[in-house]
């Protein structure tokens, strides 16, 4: 009898990472929601459960050592491994950040969730990752992350932001690191850009919908084995560095 595939995706209580992780349970997939707040955890889980996926709560403030470890220990406890870690979880910061007026513990904190949280997390995790015959490793990043785009003058990639746009650059160079470490291994780790998403992260600004958003995460999250790692991708392909 073939084992359940596990993921955990963080920050899964709304938005994006709620869209991924109905996609993944769409795939018949147990799916941890990791996320701070207890309601709004719970209230998804029952949600996810109620449209058929198997879903499980996983407290997760990926800025607390203690808390990750106790999320590593819960799904070690419920699954005994991790087949796919999706990255999701993020801030900004607040705006505005130019970098000649921005509080520089603005980009503190910016980078200690976008950044140090996802090596805390995937670190916790890389045991139970290694135990699955094909592990997946997906940080949700940004075009604004590209520098390439950045230094593009005709390119949109929203206001100077000398915290969350750098937070996810420093994300990509990570992305790219742990790539090069893992390269003799089972393991694809690729960044996924969501596009200008409609979430509470920019004021439901953005002009796609958060399940569009999911749609180049949960492709990365199924690669067949032979799929790239240390990517970085889009809806349309390839995502300039």
Known sequence: MT???????????????????????????????????????????AQLRAGGTDAFGVPLDVTDDASVAAAAGLIEERAGRLDV????????????????????ATVRTAVETNVIGVIRVTNALLPQLRRSASPRIVNLSSSVGSLTRQADPDAETGPVSAAYSTSKTFLNAVTVQYAKELEDTNILINA??????ATDLNGFRGHRTPEQGAATAIRLATLPDD??????FDDDGVVPW
């Open 227 to 232: 799929g790239p790692t240390g990517g970085f």
């Open 192 to 197: 996924a850009c969501p596009g200008f998403v």
């Open 85 to 104: 870690l999706v990255n999701n979880a993020a801030i900004t910061g607040g705006m505005p950040q130019t970098p000649t007026t921005v509080d520089p």
């Open 3 to 45: 084992e359940q595939t596990t993921a955990l995706v963080t920050g899964a209580n709304k938005g994006i990472g709620y869209e991924i992780a109905t996609g993944l349970g769409a795939l018949g997939w147990r799916v941890g929601v990791g996320a701070r707040d207890e309601e709004r955890r719970e209230a998804a889980v």
